[in-house]
């Protein structure tokens, strides 16, 4: 290691790069833009990652949306075109035949209402929910709670509103809680308000009602609108959206192959899509970045045997003056992991410096594609460490060249 520290070879080197000046630069930013180009890449992707995260927030996004619509195939007595709802027995089957995959099942009833309070209205949509919509699409509450058991069971007149529903039915800062609001001429209590969700939000400006409620006040019976089911972890989401449309229509008495009976909406199936879409970018991130790097690398070895072959005259005066092989090889590899350690340095710098700029100017708000768009320290030190080594790779190259220069010959060279 002597040869780091021997200020003859970085002599050497300055002034070989000295006499290339442009050239020098040249291959530097060659290899800069690879480094630069991989760092940025991988900051975006990771971005639109943390963007997606972003959306869907705290949803349980293994989740599938199942409701009824008319049968498109005549089966066991019934006619094309049969409407039928869900009822709680389906809810019951449901737990009981696939207890161990579910995870979270509610069962909802909606419909649109006027609210009044005091002299002020509005028509919003009224839900009928129970305290398990919390845990699958989980509620940004401001004031108070969602709703619980004890209201389901006792069949409380209680309601949960939302922010803009609270600022268009109450005057400002007038608190909320406790107070009453009328939904279909029957007074509720306000027991919580929730804020615009941190991701994604199926329902927007809504009242909630406890389910069983709903069902007294609007003379549902056990009739269910649509259910929204969570599976278990690792549970295949699609394979159960089918097991589960199947168990339905032998309860409602619908051909298998009835595929319009059913209509659903599989939340995983689209979280997977956009999560392959990824995955494909971040491959093809590493591709194009790595590609680029060796392209660049291979252009330093380029400039160096070039290099080499102007200097053919000198290595050939220095090895008659006793130079070794060895320490002709050291300096010229150390030339080419110096170039790739300032090129690589420099792309990183760059890169860090875009994705900022990036971040502090389009990944800030709401609607923000790219939420903090960074590289992974480990990541980062694996790519340099990798041009490093590429670097060295490449130099024993236009070194091994050096070394086999007979000095007789070198110094015949005009």
Known sequence: M???FDSDTWQEIYGSIRKNKIRTV???IGVLWGIFLLVVLLGAARGMDNGFKKIFGDFATNSVFVWTQRTDIPFKGFQKGRRFRLNMNDIDALKSEYSDKIKFLASRNQTNNLLVHDFK???????????????????????????????????????VISEDIYKQLFDKDEMPIGQYIKINNINYKVVGVYGPSKGIDLDGDTVYIPFS??????????????????ANPKIDIVQMESDIKLTLKSLHKVHPEDKRAFGSFNLGTQIDKFTGFLTGMQFLTWFVGIATLIAGVFA????????VKERTKEIGIRRALGATPKSIRQQIILESVFLTTVAGMLGIV????????IDTTIGQGEDAALVNP???????????????VLGTLIGLIPAHMATIVKPIEALREE
Request: hydrophobic share 50%; no cysteine; proline share 2%.
């Open 374 to 388: 960074t590289v992974n320290i480990p990541i980062i030190f694996i790519a340099f460490v990798t041009l490093i």
């Open 350 to 357: 760059f890169g860090g410096f875009v994705l900022y700029i």
């Open 26 to 28: 040249i291959t530097i």
């Open 213 to 230: 409620t709903f069902r007294k006040v609007y003379n549902t019976a056990n009739k269910v609108d649509w259910m929204v089911i969570t």
């Open 121 to 159: 209205s509005g028509s919003f949509q009224v839900s009928g929910d129970y305290p398990v919509l919390d845990k699958i699409q989980k509620k940004n509450l401001i004031y108070g709670r969602f709703i619980n058991e004890n209201d389901i069971n006792s069949l409380a007149k209680v309601t």
């Open 2 to 4: 002597k040869f780091l």
């Open 300 to 307: 330093i070895g380029n400039i160096l045997l070039i290099t």
